[in-house]
């Protein structure tokens, strides 16, 4: 194992996230703050308890969801595709690591990221409601595992993407909508019985609702599914990244 | 002398079917300058970028230092600096943290010194805090060579180094290759310039087309292939070359004012340079001055590379 790398590329990661360290942490910050505005207080207001917890905090688990699974993807994506798209992957491909290796460097770094961004989210949100979070360790183990499995997804894009719109398309097209139909914003309970089920369907849906488990001891769905799913997209983001480094597509000729 | 890089057979055919190698065999004594001289769309690069790790050979083999650049990539890749022939680099990032990066991505513990020491023989420790974005396209390049040997590699490749490089910059160059060989750093380059072979060179590859045309002492090469001209200049123009000389083949030159008379060193039977000066006095010319001259490296080439289109 080259150790050495994974930190040079770890580093090297953060280091740019830092560059753009108030960029990086105010948007976020800047549009939570918005959400809990807009639901929270002005619409929230006129929206009685849901499961027995108050609008404004119900939404919470979600928006940290949310853009955890945007960061995660947009950092990682971008984390190497700018390589490929500057030429320096190169130096990559030409070094003694693995894909593993290369992977590990990359993902941790823009997970860590999106983590740091959960977690400001997190404190962020405490200014406007009261938080009383009854599974913390949970809720940990819920929100590194979303950060690395979403950023091993956009690590997957990186490469797949050719120019900086498809690197877009993704997050835009399947994401938000996954997450904003994956009852960020509302129960399961409060749709019509077919979108009940329709939305089963939906991935993102186990990830919130565990997640909210965690802060409420509430789920839409078992905690055990919600697990499972989690797991089972981590492994089947592993999988491919395995395949893309083994075939060399769209990084090797 | 043992060799360092071991090429066998080695086969690139791309996606589109293109083949950019037709099985390449060559052998790189540890510690000499290889130049590999081709035309545009040879194969340098592609070999390079096979040796490096970069493309995936389509067949036939390759080692490193003895390691097997597919089985044994680690090891092989380890010894390997790369200059690749685009300038690449981040554009946000300092020069001192991008040469720390390739450092630790090849595997070493981080040495300030050695980084100190690299930076200022490529004359950019003055320029270490600043975005790679703000240098010259000539100090761009040269972090890219501090960037490949940072890591202490034993061989390195410069594809195409010196290309839209000033000539200021193309000696400094040739400083580095000179000191990098004193340390026995076995150096693989590409280029254009032939001049730039003949300068530095201990050995020259001629490549086209995805084979290796020849692979020889850059002295012999010119020594044996090199052809050697006379140019004779009369004392009075003449219009036409006299009949009697037409065994020699001599080229009269435009203003009739001289002649020039095309030998071989290797030849046989001498280089007739005797016989043609008693013919020349025999047909009743007078000389004012003759010249020789050895033909380039450049003639070489372009004389193989054509004799390998017919």
Known sequence: MNLYAIGAIYIYEMKRFFRTLMESLLSPVISTSLYFVVFGSAIGSRIDQVEGVTYGAFIVPGLIMLSVMTQGISNASFGIYFPKFIGTVYELLSAPVNFLEIVLGYVGAAATKSLMIGVVILLTAGFFVDLDIQHPLAMLAFLVLTCLSFSLFGFIIGIWAQSFQQLQIIPLLVITPLVFLGGSFYSISMLPPIWQTLTLFNPVVYLISGFRWSFFGQADVPVGLSLLAIAGFTGICLALIWLIFRTGYRIKE | ?310
């Open chain 2, 1 to 310: 002398m043992s060799s360092i890089v071991e090429v066998q057979g080695l086969r690139k055919v791309y996606d589109d079917g293109f083949e950019a190698l037709k099985g390449v065999d060559l052998s790189i004594h540890k510690g000499e300058i290889l130049a590999l001289l081709g035309p545009n769309g040879a194969g340098k690069t592609t070999l390079i970028s096979t040796l490096c790790g970069i493309t995936t050979p389509t067949g036939g083999s390759a080692s490193v230092g003895g390691h097997d650049i597919i089985g044994g990539y680690r090891a092989a890749r380890a010894m390997i600096g790369l200059v690749p022939q685009e300038v690449a680099l981040e554009p946000f990032e300092k020069v001192i943290n991008t040469v720390r990066f390739s450092r630790g991505l090849f595997g070493k513990k981080q040495d300030d010194a050695l980084v100190e020491r690299t930076l200022r023989q490529l004359s950019l420790w003055d320029k270490r805090h600043n975005q790679t974005k703000e240098l010259s396209g000539g100090m761009k390049r040269r972090v890219l060579i501090a960037k490949a040997l940072i890591h202490e590699p034993q061989v390195l490749f410069l594809d195409e180094p010196t290309a839209g490089v000033d000539v200021e910059l193309r000696r400094d160059m040739w400083q580095v290759v000179e000191e990098l060989r004193a340390q026995g750093v076995t150096i693989i380059l590409t280029t254009h310039y032939i001049e730039e072979a003949e300068a530095i060179a201990d050995r020259v590859a001629v490549i086209n087309k995805g084979e290796i045309l020849l692979v020889q002492d850059k002295a012999t090469l010119m020594q044996q292939m090199g052809r050697k001209s006379l140019r004779i200049e009369l004392a009075e123009p003449i219009t036409a070359v006299p009949e009697a000389l037409s065994e020699y083949e001599l080229e009269l030159s435009d203003d009739g004012q001289s002649v020039t008379y095309h030998y071989d060193t290797r030849g046989q039977s001498g280089t007739g340079i005797t016989r043609l000066m008693q013919a020349l006095a025999q047909a009743g010319l007078h000389l004012r001055d003759i010249h020789t001259r050895q033909s380039s490296l450049e003639e070489i080439f372009v004389g193989l590379v054509r004799e390998g289109a017919a």
